[in-house]
């Protein structure tokens, strides 16, 4: 007697759209980090395109103008208003989104490379490469980094790669503290012992098997430090010791509008606006990176 066997299809898989909608779902905080940074960045990159006029064009005849949609007269045509010298608010905002990641980008990955080279070196080493690592950590983090800046800054004067080259010596001592830590919690698993025994050397141990288990640390805390060096720009631009006035900067919007807070407040809301959704949006997407990430670490 032939014997039927009967076969049933496999279970679909989940389309594109609907596993894209799923992780919009579960993973809301992360997303709006996301929407946040991918906005700043596409103002910073396509801003010649963007910008509706030229961030540098004063018109006296639109100085302080309210903007478009509050101005009852119809004679705006501004969309956020004018500043003081007649300029437009809008593309002044979407130039300055172009130093603030410039700052924020590329001191974190100058930090970071220091960092990480002195981490895995204090905590896979030990010993007085440690001692005198950690040691140096400790006497850069006894300074103030303001009052450091500032006595740099009034020395060497303003521009945007002194404040990218201050931040990135400044602040490698975060990223060297952390991988430290993990290193030495590393060096001491199963994974790298089983290393050592077979006769790896220091070289492909350290970058083979250890680096990769902090790399979800190390991008965390670099989502945290470009939020902060973005603060840290507006801060020093705003005491006049960043990027030069002629340059469209959120924290030199904030520092000519300081005078006109009463009169016309779009002048101090919108940059300040500005840099609070970019600092928003790199602290919520670090902030789900550390979710994500934290609990495991890959051997």
């Not at 949609?69 to 300029?87: H, K, N, P, V, W």
């Not at 950690?134 to 103030?144: E, H, K, S, W």
């Not at 030199?252 to 970019?278: C, E, K």
């Amino acid at each position: 007697m032939e014997q039927t066997v009967k076969v049933t299809n496999a279970p679909k898989k989940a389309s594109f759209v609907s596993r894209f909608f799923k992780f919009i779902r579960t993973n809301p905080i992360g997303v709006f980090g996301m929407l946040l940074v991918a906005l700043s960045v596409i103002c910073a990159v396509f801003a010649p395109w963007i910008a509706p006029y030229d961030p540098t064009e004063a018109s006296l005849t639109n100085r302080l103008d309210a903007p478009s949609f509050l101005d009852a007269t119809g004679e705006s045509t501004y969309l956020l208003g004018g500043d003081q010298l007649g300029r437009d608010l809008l593309s002044r905002i979407i130039y300055g989104a172009q130093i603030s990641l410039i700052v924020g980008i590329a001191g974190v990955f100058i930090s970071l490379v220091i960092g990480t080279i002195m981490g895995l070196i204090s905590g896979y080493f030990g010993k007085w490469l440690d001692d005198l690592i950690m040691r140096v950590a400790d006497i850069q983090l006894a300074f103030p980094f303001i009052l450091f800046a500032i006595v740099i800054m009034s020395v060497l004067g303003t521009g945007i790669w002194k404040i990218v080259i201050i931040l990135g010596l400044t602040y490698w001592v975060g990223f060297a503290r952390l991988i430290r830590g993990q290193v030495i919690s590393l060096k001491e698993q199963e994974f790298v012992q089983a290393a050592k025994a077979i006769g790896g050397s220091h070289r492909r141990i350290i970058f083979k098997h250890i680096l990769p288990n902090v790399l979800s640390s190390i991008l965390v805390l670099s989502t945290t430090y470009i939020a902060e060096f973005i603060l840290l720009e507006a801060s020093l631009t705003f005491l006049g010791l960043g990027v030069d006035p002629t340059i469209p900067s959120w924290g030199g919007m904030l520092a000519d509008s300081r005078n006109y807070i009463t009169t016309a407040w779009w002048t101090t809301v919108f940059p300040g606006f500005a840099i609070m959704l970019t600092v928003l949006g790199f602290n919520l997407l670090g902030d789900w990176l550390r979710d994500r990430f934290d609990p495991n670490l890959k051997a």
